[in-house]
Nanobody, 123 residues
């Protein structure tokens, strides 16, 4: 079992930045590929970013490329999502996810999910 807890969400003006954190507990964090997803009201949960177990591979949704970065610190059992140049359309609940493979994260097939953290971007 892996427990995931997101933090760092909040209210920010358009153009601003936020850094989300996802702290993992339970089994070996480095064994998991990690990802971030988001869900706006009335919409499906969409892929945002993913990072492989080694950290050598990353992937981003087209809508966030060049603005968001994902990183991991295995010593702290934490994955981060740095969000810059935020737009009102980035407003959503952001979820952290863990899976055994990078592909599973990309396919939204993660075994473990956090409870989410709200990000609101005002115009």
């Amino acid at each position: 079992q892996v427990q995931l807890v997101e933090s760092g969400g909040g209210l920010v003006q358009a153009g601003g930045s936020l850094r989300l954190s996802c702290a993992a507990s339970g089994r070996t964090f480095s064994s998991y590929a990690m990802g971030w997803f988001r869900q706006a009201p009335g919409k499906e949960r969409d892929f945002v970013a993913a990072i492989s177990r080694s950290g050598s591979s990353t992937s981003f949704a087209d809508s966030v490329k060049g603005r968001f970065t994902i990183s991991r610190d295995d010593a702290k059992n934490t994955v981060y999502l740095q969000m810059n140049s935020l737009k009102p359309e980035d407003t959503a609940v952001y979820y952290c996810a863990a899976a055994n493979t990078f592909l599973a994260v990309l396919r939204k097939g993660s075994e473990y999910w956090g409870q989410g953290t709200q990000v609101t971007v005002s115009s």
